[in-house]
């Protein structure tokens, strides 16, 4: 198979549209509260989860339901909500009475709870630590375009994420909750001076990108039908680095980050395998070097 | 002469040297060959938790693949005792060249730790917990694809050399070189980075090469102690150098405390006691039945503790147990 082929390209863009529903969550708690969220990428693991639970739950009491577009959209409701409770959730009770300590701790507290997930669903008999296989949910039809076998997954990935950035973009750039939350992301004390509640915006945030990373959870287990407890890290890691390519802190760069990432790893995986496990560090590497605020980001001057 | 005194340090070090000595299965036999091996463990995870102290807690970064650079001390010196000299433990002669492997796979540690290490510590923020993050999964690839030191097999066959009086005087040179440096004016500007970044530069301290300095030396005992982990379990494998065991030695440094390495030997100690203990004590808990399904409770059950004591530690007693103090022990003494 060629490496450039038109079909690379579908991959690409559809591996990038998971990588840009997580790199959101990750690039909008940076914006707001200058944290590496850690667990991030296990509250994608959990979307992952819950999917898979509703599904069984749905076939065990609900026959008629079986599968479908249907089904689809109930599940990833579903997971959205499981990815954000569990994000507002690690807010309050790990990084909220942290938020005025040195920097370092919530860091490291982000470290354990996404310890404490992995391991607590990998040591919880019902989910146990190994591999499943994630159900069907939807029947896959591959139709031809332009050379290129494209399934309806595809297309429900593109579509899932281009619908949740959309309107995260308007959410942000128009109403005024998103005006709350770029103040708060510029300035947090002169926000509460504004009268705006900073606590709630910053629950806001992690309920929009843990819903995002549950979202993505979803369109992964469809896509790539296998889960385990600890399925989160590395496309986490990858998410970062998308984010950080983008800009870190930017929405627009996160997203632009995250379709190169997705496009660079299918083209280095077709030429080899190493390479392609390999890129995104390669890549952050000669980021780090080269640009280290990002594509998109700007030059921030330290405050004296 | 008639004043004449042994170092502290030196002294709590040959103390403890005799004891389990004395206790070790050679002479009296009070220890068995277990126990022995939990100390050696101990001694080791001593090595590890105050080399990523001198980077976490003393510098002030944030490095999560500490057993990254163990991985590549314990595959580079397991390669030259296990492939290219051959060295055989039995043999007296041999104990000097394995130390000499050991260090040079130190050295490789160091190397690695400047290449990550350089292009992330140039910058402020936090860019160098993601990118050691990374490295600890890219060595793990990397060793499963290296068809040469076993892949993903492991590198079989290390001799074993690490018995316990060539681990107790590693680690104890590196609690003093680490003390030494921690108190020297280097160690000084180290801290007044973790302290404030910005005002450390203004006074004219190069935080750029001591961010760097501090991330190499924590680099190379890494790499000292994944060597002598290897030469003791006589294996190299890449598992056992993954996210999981850098997430323990990070718990043993925030447990003890941020800069103290008195906290960092003490936690190690604890620590590696009580993952052993809890292995053995979960282990030894009944199945029990619900639904007509049987299950056990596994020891994945330590790492949740693990990760909930992190949390607690975090939340309720940020600075550690020891906070910054350090022993009376562990402080330079002064010359009269």
């Known amino acids: ?304 | 002469m008639g004043n004449f005194k042994l170092p502290r340090l030196l002294l709590a070090g040959l103390i403890f040297f005799i004891i389990v000595m004395i206790l070790s299965p050679d002479m009296t036999g009070a220890l068995n060959g277990y126990f022995m091996v939990i100390i050696e463990r101990s001694l080791i995870f001593v090595i590890l938790a105050i080399s990523l102290n001198l980077i976490n807690g003393i510098t002030g970064q944030f490095s999560l693949g500490h057993m990254g650079f163990a991985a590549v001390g314990a595959y580079v010196s397991g390669t030259f005792t296990s492939i290219w000299f051959k060295l055989n433990p039995h043999t007296l002669s041999h104990y000097p060249v394995f130390m000499i492997c050991i260090v040079i796979g130190g050295l490789g540690a160091a190397v690695v730790g400047f290449l990550i290490g350089f292009p992330s510590l140039r910058l402020k923020g936090d860019y160098l917990a993601i990118v050691t993050l990374g490295f600890g999964e890219i060595i793990r690839t990397i060793l499963n694809n290296i068809d040469y030191v076993g892949g993903p097999r492991g590198l079989l066959g290390i001799p074993m050399f690490s018995k316990f009086p060539i681990i107790m005087l590693f680690a104890f040179l590196t609690v003093v070189i680490l003390r030494n440096l921690v108190q020297s004016s280097h160690g000084r500007a180290m801290l007044s980075i973790r302290e404030n970044e910005l005002a450390s530069e203004l006074c004219g301290v190069d935080t750029v090469r001591y961010k760097v300095m501090g991330f190499v030396i924590g680099a190379f005992f890494a790499g000292i102690a994944g060597g002598l982990l290897a030469h003791l379990l006589t294996l190299a494998h890449p598992t056992q150098y993954g996210f999981l065991p850098s997430a323990l030695v990070l718990i043993m440094v925030y447990a003890g405390g941020m800069g103290s390495l008195t906290g960092s030997v003490l936690a190690a100690f604890t620590l590696t006691f009580l993952t052993e203990g809890l292995r053995v004590g979960i282990d030894a808990l009944p199945e029990f039945t619900i639904a007509s399904q049987t299950y056990k409770i596994g020891t994945e059950w330590t790492m949740v503790i693990y990760a909930i004591l992190l949390i607690l530690i975090m939340l309720f007693k940020t600075e550690g147990i020891m906070g910054m103090r350090e022993s009376r022990i562990l402080i330079i003494e002064e010359k009269k």
């Open chain 1, 1 to 304: 198979m060629n490496i450039f082929s038109f079909q690379q390209l579908v991959n690409g863009l559809q591996l990038g549209s998971i990588y840009a529903l997580i790199a959101l969550g990750y690039t909008m708690v940076y914006g707001i509260v200058r944290l590496i969220n850690f667990a991030h990428g296990d509250f994608y693991m959990l979307g992952a989860y819950a999917a898979y639970a509703t599904f069984f739950l749905f076939n065990a009491y609900l026959a008629h339901m079986s599968t479908g577009y249907g089904l689809t959209f109930i599940v990833l409701l579903v997971a959205m909500l499981a990815g954000a409770a569990i994000a507002m959730l690690s807010n309050t009770f790990a990084y909220k009475p942290l938020r005025y300590k040195p920097k370092l701790s919530s860091l490291v507290t982000a470290i354990g709870v996404s310890m404490f997930l992995e391991y607590f669903f990998s040591a919880f008999p019902p989910i146990g630590p190994s591999m499943r296989g994630f159900p069907e949910i939807l029947p896959r039809h591959m139709y031809q375009f332009g050379g290129a076998e494209i399934s309806n997954y595809v297309m429900i990935d593109l579509l899932v994420a281009a619908v949740l950035m959309t309107g995260l973009t308007l959410l942000v750039q128009k109403s005024p909750l998103g005006k709350a939350m770029r103040a708060v992301s510029q300035d947090k004390d002169a926000s509460k001076l504004m009268g705006i509640d900073v606590e709630k915006i910053i629950s806001l945030t992690f309920f929009i990108g843990g819903s995002f990373a549950g979202a993505a959870g979803l369109l992964a287990g469809l896509t790539y039908p296998r889960i385990n407890p600890y399925m989160g890290i590395l496309p986490g890691l990858k998410a970062f680095i998308s984010a950080v390519l983008g800009g870190i802190g930017n929405i627009p760069g996160a997203m632009l980050g995250a379709y190169i990432m997705g496009l660079a790893e299918t083209i280095a995986n077709a030429y080899n395998s190493l390479l392609g496990e390999g890129i995104a560090f390669v890549i952050l590497i000669i980021v780090l070097l080269v640009r280290p605020t990002g594509l998109l980001g700007e030059k921030i001057a330290d405050k004296i």
